[in-house]
């Protein structure tokens, strides 16, 4: 049912691209009919259609919302989403999103992450002579249940990449052993990367410390902004790269400089991409990443205040970004609907 009617709105965005907006969209559009239906259309129209420019995700401020990349029906585009993360060097903000979906009565609140959740734990750390052995526990979660999953771990410190893959049990529990040599120090960044099922994967990242006290913190040496499959980088002060890597369930690879940005494989095997990059500052040996899509994401107007949280309308759609699943949640507000 839901399938038909994607494949539905689709012809409808399509005859509007040629006609304008489509009689049968437009009273959801323009405020005349009201209730959850409403919000449904709306968001599909801004996950069916491409926006205009219909390639703003790799630049420039789109004039009209839409998310679709111009395939299948909920296919997004993975600039566009990752230009949704208010982390990234040239994200759009709640401002310019509500101007270009130009409906002045509907407050939105958009986000964008995996289908199920993978969350890693440093255990235990021990020295054995001349190295390290980390011991780290993972748990896959769908919803408050288990879910047994496979994960490709990897660790990145210093110019140094180490890997692993363990499975998760029924009870969604997980163990993975890493053993590092002492010669390197600095932050060291535990990836996970957990797939399901074809095309429903996830990730997490937990950087810890070798041979130094505590971690970088994050974005203190560096900021990392994947876009059109290239990795800018902004180093701060004296920070200075060793080595930069991008990590998938099942691969990973060095990335090729390109000045002082990098370019990002385009992967066939579906799901999120996390990317690594160390360097040194001085004596701080520090580690920063990013993912790509950069999910998960949550932009859009406030409604977490007790008098407007009753008002909220949710709606959720499963989406494909370049292969991989992940869930799609729109909250919406429109005061004319209550005042």
Known sequence: MDFTLAAIAMIVVALGAVFGVSIVVAPYLDGNVHGVERYQQIGRYILLSRGKPSGWGTGGTPTELGLAAGGNPYELGIDKVTRLNPDHSQSL???????????????????????????????????????????FTATTVRDGYPLPCQVSYYVAVGNST????????????????????????????????????????????????????????????????????????????????????????????????????????????GGPMVIALTGINGTDRWGEWVAYPQVPLDVGGDMDDDYVVSDVRIVEYIVEIEGGLYRCRMKFRSPAEYD
Not at 94 to 119: C, H, K, M
Not at 124 to 135: A, F, P
Not at 235 to 240: C, E, K, N, Q, R
């Open 93 to 135: 903000n709640y401002s310019t999103l509500w101007q270009a979906l130009g409906i002045d009565d509907v407050s939105f609140r958009i986000s964008v992450e995996p289908l199920f959740n993978l969350t890693l734990t440093l255990a235990t750390s021990q020295v054995q002579g001349s190295d390290t052995v980390y011991d």
């Open 162 to 269: 180490y890997s692993s893959s363990e499975p998760t049990t029924l009870d969604g529990s997980g163990t993975v052993q890493f053993t590092l040599p002492n010669s390197l120090n600095g932050t060291a960044i535990l990836i996970g990367i957990a797939r399901a099922e074809s095309s429903i994967t996830s990730f997490d990242v937990l950087p810890f410390a070798h041979n130094i006290s505590q971690p970088s913190q994050p974005g203190a040496f560096a900021s990392l902004s994947p876009l059109d499959y290239t990795l800018g980088v902004s180093l701060t002060g004296g920070a200075s790269a060793w080595n930069a890597a991008v990590f998938s369930y099942e691969y990973s690879f060095n990335l090729t400089a390109s000045g002082s940005d990098y370019i990002i494989p385009r992967l066939l095997a």
